[in-house]
């Protein structure tokens, strides 16, 4: 899919683009590429003279290849965006490319981004460029507004895990966990630690696209402090991160000591009725023997005493265990 995103009265205009005659007739400063298909790349070619690179979105982690400039003047910056799905949270590889400097050429101020799917992020930009006039001016901001835009949904997805922590919270420190119960919190913990570091990893790969900009000296005075804010509500999404992974800490560690507790349970009830079965256990044995001299063979009653006594043995016990709270 190929959209293209113009200035109309300080507004961002989308236009989806189906043909190389329709692109021609229009002067964007966005052109974004969901998913292209070879035609599509072939037209960017044909118009902007700008080639899109095949590995565009390799899961290249080095700076070097994520982060560079051409000889021609083109910015070539790669970068993830998170996806905060229900079924399957995600970061998903974007690579935009800018060129600033060589004015004989068409892609000269146009923002080209080339991603596999849409993107939470890009529709959030989309939607407050067209309501509010003067938002975007040129390129450069459409970029640095991504990134802007990118910091506040990764806070939003920051405290949706807060959130759905403290319902965790509640449920584990009422203290009635079981292990079922206990498997579905630590199930629960399991996905909000990943979605959190994913989150940490984002704002990091942000960063270094932000710092990247900065020191490529693309950036006028307003857009260079713009950025630098951009890189402090970074740095306040640090420590809350941070502060998460401490609590998702906790309620694991708790989790799991409710499930020692549970299983240190059974064991005690195992123990205690071991206990208390060994005096049964004694006089079964002792009458068990085969020695001539024990009066007790000659009683009339005696197996009715020796059942007896094996009962009483066994109840004396569990009921001072009972009494002692050894039981619950």
């Known amino acids: 899919m190929l959209n293209i995103f113009s200035l109309a009265n300080g507004r961002l205009v989308q236009e989806e683009i189906e043909s190389l005659e329709e692109l021609a007739r229009?002067?964007?400063?966005?052109?974004?590429?969901?998913?292209?298909?070879?035609?599509?790349?072939?037209?960017?070619?044909?118009?902007?003279?700008l080639s899109i690179p095949e590995d565009a979105m390799d899961e290249d982690i080095e700076e070097s290849a994520r982060f560079y400039e051409e000889d021609n003047g083109e910015l070539h910056i790669r970068s993830d965006f998170l996806v905060d799905d229900d079924e399957e949270p995600r970061s998903v590889r974007v690579a935009f490319i800018l060129n600033q400097h060589n004015t004989g050429l068409k892609s000269c101020g146009v923002l080209f981004s080339i991603h596999d799917e849409d993107i939470p992020v890009f529709r959030l930009l989309r939607m407050r460029a067209r309501r509010a006039p003067g938002l975007i001016e040129d390129a450069k901001e459409v970029l640095l507004s991504l990134f802007d835009t990118d910091v506040e949904y990764s806070a939003d997805t920051l405290e949706g895990i807060y959130d759905d922590l403290k319902k965790v919270s509640t449920q584990v420190l009422e203290g009635h966990v079981t292990d079922d119960h206990a498997q579905r919190v630590l199930a629960d913990i399991a996905w909000q630690e990943d979605l959190n570091g994913r989150i940490r990893r984002n704002m990091l790969d942000t960063r270094r696209a932000v710092s990247f900009?900065?020191?490529?000296?693309?950036?006028?005075?307003?857009?260079?402090?713009?950025?630098?804010?951009?890189?402090?509500?970074?740095?306040?999404?640090?420590?809350?991160?941070?502060?998460?992974?401490?609590?998702?800490?906790?309620?694991?560690?708790?989790?799991?000591?409710?499930?020692?507790?549970?299983?240190?349970?059974?064991i005690k009830i195992f123990s205690v009725a071991s206990v208390a079965l060994l005096p049964p256990t004694l006089i079964a044995s002792v009458y068990g023997m085969n020695f001539r001299a024990m009066p007790e063979l000659e009683w009339e009653h005696g197996y009715i005493y020796a059942i007896a006594l094996m009962i009483a043995s066994a109840v004396v016990p569990m009921l001072y265990f009972r009494k002692r709270g050894w039981l619950k």
């Open 26 to 49: 229009f002067q964007p400063i966005w052109v974004d590429l969901e998913s292209p298909t070879l035609e599509e790349k072939r037209w960017i070619k044909q118009h902007y003279g």
């Open 213 to 266: 900009m900065m020191r490529s000296k693309m950036l006028n005075a307003e857009q260079f402090e713009d950025a630098r804010q951009i890189l402090r509500d970074i740095e306040s999404l640090d420590s809350h991160t941070q502060f998460l992974f401490d609590k998702i800490n906790f309620l694991m560690d708790a989790t799991v000591g409710f499930l020692n507790i549970n299983q240190n349970k059974i």
